[in-house]
């Protein structure tokens, strides 16, 4: 089992971007899916989530963030994405993917991060 | 927002004890989750639910809270425990989930 971040890279400032998430294990659909971003040299910020099947697979976002990032999913083949728009210098940092299944539990999942680096 | 507060680093000897404590607002209402992270690798949840710790993870670690403050114990510890850690909660209001700011442990 395992998670597996892609689509990052080098980005201009007020460029957009679509990180994937792709899952390897059963029963994807059932877990929340969260991203998970760190500065370089900064501590964990939480970016959004969406929730499985059985919770509508509706999403939330951080605030800071909301209105420039969106989170979607396709059970079908087992991935989740991260849409990132209007990008800014501050966006730059790794990318992390984790899974959750109840609120109890902890992301009990991580991917190994995608690096996303904003600059002109 | 709700906001966790971990001090910034914590230093202990080979073979001691630290504990990294997580400060906030009635945090003793919610559950708190742990997680240990080595440079350039992704966070590993090390104790979920305050106490409880994931298959794998040793018995050396363990998690309590009290009304405003919850506190990861390391016991006997190694070299191999030298990370970053990072609490973390659900909060219903504001933004969801929130991580504290990280707490260095150095092993001298």
């Known amino acids: 089992e395992q998670l597996v971040e892609s689509g990052g890279g080098l980005v201009q400032p007020g460029r957009s971007l679509r990180l994937s998430c792709t899952a390897s294990m059963l029963d994807f659909a059932d877990y929340a899916i969260s991203w998970v971003r760190q500065a370089p040299g900064k501590g964990l910020e939480w970016v959004g989530f969406i929730r499985g099947r059985n919770f509508g697979r509706t999403s939330e976002y951080a605030a800071s963030l909301k209105g420039r990032i969106s989170i979607s999913r396709d059970d079908s083949q087992s991935v989740a994405y991260l849409q990132m728009n209007a990008l800014e210098i501050e966006d730059t940092g790794v990318y992390f993917c984790a899974r959750w299944l109840r609120l109890g539990g902890g992301f009990d999942m991580w991917g190994q991060g995608t690096m996303v680096a904003v600059s002109s | 927002s709700y906001v966790l507060t971990q001090p910034p680093s914590v230093s202990v000897s080979p073979g001691m004890t630290a504990m990294i404590t997580c400060a906030g607002d009635?945090?003793?209402?919610?559950?708190v989750h742990w997680y240990q992270q080595k440079p350039g690798q992704a966070p590993l949840l090390v104790i979920y639910?305050?106490?409880d710790r994931p298959s794998g993870i040793p018995e050396r670690f363990s998690g309590s809270k009290s009304r405003n403050t919850a506190a990861l114990t390391i016991s006997r510890v190694e070299a191999g425990d030298e990370a970053d850690y990072y609490c973390?909660?659900?909060?219903?209001?504001?933004?969801?989930?929130?991580f504290g700011g990280g707490t260095k442990l150095n092993v001298l």
């Open positions: 973390q909660v659900w909060h219903r209001k504001g933004d969801p989930w929130v």
């Open positions: 639910d305050e106490s």
């Open positions: 009635n945090i003793d209402s919610k559950g």
